[in-house]
């Protein structure tokens, strides 16, 4: 197993991305990936998808998470050679 990457929810990509930038020295990719079918926007750090900001360009369901627990880690997700394996395990 290894982390394939990791979702970050921030109010404001924009702002997340100089914190980000200024206080760990990472370099935010300039562009945003827009997922309509989730509602969010995506912009990678490092110019790699190993962790991603998201912010919520629709009301559901990430804004119902922003509501309830505020920005910070969304999820990490773990790659896998056999899911089938990985869930019996």
Request: glycine share 0%; hydrophobic share 30%; charged share 20%.
């Given at each position: 197993m290894k982390i394939d990457?990791?979702?970050i929810a921030v109010k404001s990509i924009a702002e997340a991305a100089q914190v980000y930038e200024q206080a760990l020295g990472l370099t935010v990719a300039g562009y945003d990936q827009v997922?309509?079918?989730l509602g969010v926007r995506l912009r990678?750090?490092?110019r790699r998808k190993y962790i991603e900001l998201l912010e919520?360009?629709?009301r559901i369901?990430?804004?119902k998470f922003m509501s309830r627990r505020g920005e910070g880690?969304?999820?990490i997700a773990v790659r896998v050679d056999n899911i089938e394996?990985?869930?019996e395990r």
């Open positions: 990457h990791k979702w997922m309509k079918q990678c750090l490092n919520s360009s629709s369901p990430y804004e880690l969304h999820h394996e990985a869930l």
